[in-house]
């Protein structure tokens, strides 16, 4: 989870790092920061974002996301709603995602996967 000490581009590192192995939740992080100050229920998320068979999968990203405290619940006349959380350090790393445009997201996935892997960047040179 992102600590208040945590700021700018390593807590981008940090939360894709730490969802890197979940598309699901990467998705629901991006939408949540979209949409920062609105409420929505689980059938408007699964609407937004559900693709035929997905549902169970963006429910349990959903889930882990509140878990981590990404995400808060509230009761509004019986229905539950989905929000970003107000904690100020996650919320403005969420906020960072969702201002990335389609390439700088890629290279921040791509940043992820080598560090995590250990991959490298440089070409693999092979004796034929």
């Not at 730490?18 to 992080?29: K, S, T």
């Not at 996301?65 to 790393?93: H, P, W």
């Not at 995602?97 to 940043?111: F, K, S, T, V, Y």
Request: proline fraction near 2%; aromatic fraction near 10%; hydrophobic fraction near 40%.
């Amino acid at each position: 989870m992102i600590t208040a000490q945590t700021t700018g581009k390593d807590s981008l590192c940090q939360l894709i790092d730490e969802y890197h192995d979940n598309p699901y939740c990467l998705e629901l992080i991006q939408f949540f920061g979209w949409h920062p100050g609105t409420r929505f229920s689980e059938l408007a998320v699964l609407h937004a974002l559900s693709v035929a068979g997905e549902r169970r999968y963006i429910v349990k990203a959903l889930c882990q996301l509140v878990d981590k405290g990404m995400v808060k619940t509230y009761s509004e006349n019986g229905i539950g709603l989905f929000c970003l959380t107000d904690d100020e350090s996650v919320r403005q790393a969420v906020l960072d995602i969702a201002r990335l445009d389609w390439n700088q997201w890629q290279r921040m996935l791509q940043q992820s996967y080598s560090r995590i892997r250990g991959y490298s960047t440089q070409p693999v040179v092979t004796n034929a």
